[in-house]
């Protein structure tokens, strides 16, 4: 292995750590969700990698497209019912 692909291995190690610590750390759930499908293709990338393509492709599809197309319709459908669940000003009980 040359030296250029062990930088390349150490800044995707490192920036999974980091993508990862974000995701859980955010405040802002949609934030959240975006780094969780960033990191999904991250891993996908180091699946790449490590040669194996088959759970390379898994995690793309599952871990970044369903699970993240699933978790902003979720989160869409949360914000709707919290419009919803909040008093109206100026209407009469």
Do not use: C, Y
């Not at 996908?44 to 197309?69: F, H, K, N, Q, Y």
């Amino acid at each position: 292995m040359n030296t250029l692909q062990t930088v390349f291995d150490l800044v995707l190690v490192l920036a999974l750590l980091w993508i990862a610590w974000r995701a859980l750390a955010a405040a802002d759930l949609f934030k959240g969700i975006v780094l969780f499908i960033a990191f999904g293709l991250l891993m996908a990338l180091a699946w790449m990698r490590l040669r194996a393509p088959d759970i390379a492709l898994a995690e793309a599809a599952v871990g970044s497209g369903i699970t993240g197309a699933l978790l902003l319709s979720g989160l869409a459908r949360l914000r709707r019912l919290e419009r919803r669940a909040q008093p109206h000003i100026g209407s009469e009980p």
